[in-house]
Every structure is written in structure tokens, then in C-alpha cells.
């Protein structure tokens, strides 16, 4: 049964990682209706998010390639200082910085407290507000090549905030980038390569000390977690290319509304007893 369970739960983080709507908080919240109806953990959460972003890599490996090699060409001068691909490695250091940081000095509450489900709820319902406000105001006329290291530092603090279920990692940042009038294919794209250095290193910790704890101190193993990742690739991989697309011409408005009616839902279920917040 925790095969067919962590196979149910990769699906959701594969559905819902590039989504402005919170994989997070959607393993948190399934994790209720399963037969053990427990919370699968930030670990197992962390562990997960390494099969999406795998899938990041390969579907933005040219542009990585690129990046990559113009900023190490930069440090060894082989490459001028001011090329735009060198410029972005570094304000996607800068920008990963804030949630290196925070991550470290709150891991214990990321690990408990912020995982209340009445938290996933409020986040839910107020950072999707936000993104609607940030849709329907940015003049979204900025491009990458515009992205300075003011933007960078927001961009990484906005990014910060996914440390909270609800919130969501893409959400926070496509909506900083509304706001800072960058265009909606510029915020998601800078927000997917943003994502890579926090993502593997919160997963490749949370992978190191499950391994040295044997998986004890979550509900499924080393067997499970690798089952659930392996889809989450799969599945976040065909997520990618229909999210660029579904953005090119469409506005956020369907993950508005979808953030709200599921906020608004767990705060039913929560009330009448259904479930429980938990922490």
C-alpha cells in the first residue's frame, strides 16, 4: 500500500511543482485522505522536488549549458564580465542566497509549525490574491536581459517565502516578477532556473540525513520515496513545456481561482473536524 500511496503522491508533486499553486501544500493536504492520513513530511517533500527539477535541467539544458559555461568562462576572463549569460549565473547565486539562509535559520519550524494546514489555507487564499493583483497590474513588458541585481535579491526573498506551504516556489516568484513588470514568460523562466541550486540542495540534505536515519523519521522508505521521484520526473516533465505554452497567451487567472476554492475548501474541512491541521 505506501508504494501505491508514494506513486499517488509523486504524481501530485509532478502535476503541481511548476504550477503557481503550491506542490507542498498539495502533498501536505493528500496526505490527509490516504489510508494512514499523515503528513509525508518535508523530507519526503524535499526528496521529490529532486525529480522535477531534474526535469528543469533537461528541459532548459541548452540554456543551462549556456549560462553555465559563460559564467565560468567570466571568472577565468575567457569571457567578458558583462555577458548577459555570465550576468545571469550570478544573479541566480544572488537570488538563491535568501532562501539558503532562511531555510537554515527556520528549519525546525519548516519542519513542523508551518505546516498547520490552517497556514496552507491562509497562504493559499492570500498569495493568491496577490498573484491576481500582480497579473492584472505589471505592465509586463521587462525581459530577462533587463534583470539586474536588485530584482535578483527580490526575486530570491520572494522565492523564500515557498518555505511555507501554500505560498508556492513558482507562485512567489512569477509574482514578484509581475510586479516588477517582467513579462509572464520571463518570471516563470527565471523562477525555473532560480529554483535548481535551492531545490538540490534542500533534496540532496533531506536525501543525506534520511539515508543516515534509515528513513525512520518519515512513512515511507528509501524504496517509496525513490518510486515517488521517478514519477514526479516523468509527470514534471510534461508540466514544463504545457505551462510555457499555457502562459504565452493565457493570464494566471485559473491558478487564482484554484488557490481560493482549495483555501476556501480547507477551511471547511478543517472546521467541521474532516481533517486535522496538525503541528
Do not use: C
Not at 148 to 155: A, K, L, N
Amino acid at each position: 500500500m505506501n508504494f501505491l500511496e508514494a506513486a499517488f503522491l509523486g504524481l501530485i508533486q509532478g502535476l503541481t511543482e511548476f504550477l503557481p499553486i503550491s506542490s507542498s501544500a498539495h502533498l501536505r493536504i493528500v496526505g490527509e485522505f490516504l489510508p494512514n492520513a499523515q503528513d509525508p513530511g518535508a523530507a519526503f517533500t524535499a526528496i521529490t522536488q529532486l525529480g522535477t527539477e531534474t526535469a528543469v535541467i533537461i528541459y532548459f539544458w541548452r540554456d543551462i549549458v549556456r549560462i553555465v559555461g559563460a559564467w565560468s568562462g567570466a571568472l577565468t576572463g575567457r569571457v567578458p564580465r558583462n555577458d548577459p549569460d555570465a550576468r545571469m549565473g550570478w544573479l541566480v547565486i544572488i537570488g538563491s542566497l535568501p532562501i539558503v539562509v532562511l531555510g537554515l535559520l527556520f528549519q525546525d519550524q519548516i519542519e513542523t509549525v508551518f505546516r498547520s494546514l490552517w497556514i496552507t489555507a491562509t497562504t493559499l487564499i492570500v498569495f493568491g490574491l496577490i498573484l491576481a493583483a500582480a497579473d492584472a497590474l505589471g505592465r509586463r513588458v521587462r525581459t530577462l536581459d533587463r534583470l539586474g541585481t536588485r530584482h535578483g535579491v527580490i526575486y530570491g526573498f520572494a522565492q523564500a517565502l515557498a518555505l511555507i506551504p501554500g505560498v508556492s516556489r513558482s507562485g512567489g516568484t512569477i509574482t514578484a516578477g509581475l510586479f516588477m513588470g517582467y513579462t509572464r514568460e520571463a518570471a516563470a523562466r527565471y523562477s525555473f532556473l532560480l529554483a535548481i541550486p535551492a531545490v538540490f540542495g534542500s533534496g540532496l540534505y533531506q536525501l543525506a540525513k534520511s539515508l543516515r536515519d534509515g528513513f525512520g523519521s518519515g512513512p515511507y522508505g528509501l524504496a517509496e520515496t525513490a518510486l515517488a521521484t521517478g514519477i514526479a520526473f516523468v509527470v514534471g516533465f510534461v508540466i514544463i513545456g504545457w505551462f510555457m505554452r499555457y502562459i504565452s497567451s493565457r493570464s494566471y487567472q485559473l491558478f487564482v481561482w484554484y488557490r481560493i476554492g482549495l483555501g476556501a475548501l480547507l477551511y471547511v474541512l478543517l472546521g467541521f473536524g474532516v481533517i486535522t491541521a496538525g503541528h
